[in-house]
Nanobody
């Protein structure tokens, strides 16, 4: 079965950190570019970050640049999002997305930043 499963979300205080993981199965992970996309309550989807299939190239939205780091482990078929210096406005459901021959979406993991 082709799927992406996110984990690592939760409640964190402003200024804190979280590490999201997204485990892939059912497709050749190493051939797919991966992205993280988020949706804040009552808002539309916002692209957060992306990483090339090789992991060499990465990109970030201005809103998270210098705070978030995307990485991947092709042997483990997993992509990560390290989130530091979290802000209230980072509260959202975070989805991972794979783009290649197919496009695959995970079910999302909720990140809540609150004091």
């Amino acid at each position: 079965e082709v799927q992406l499963v996110e984990s690592g979300g939760g409640l964190v205080q402003p200024g804190g950190s979280l590490r999201l993981s997204c485990a892939a199965s059912g497709f050749t992970f190493s051939l797919y570019a991966m992205s993280w996309v988020r949706q804040a309550p009552g808002k539309g989807l916002e692209w957060v970050s992306a990483i090339a299939d090789s992991g060499v190239s990465t990109a970030y939205a201005d809103s998270v640049k210098d705070r978030f780091t995307i990485s991947r482990d092709n042997a483990k078929k997993t992509v990560y999002l390290q989130m530091n210096s979290l802000k209230l406005e980072d509260t959202a459901v975070y989805y991972c997305n794979a783009v290649g021959y197919l496009e695959v979406w995970g079910q999302g993991t909720l990140v809540t930043v609150s004091s």
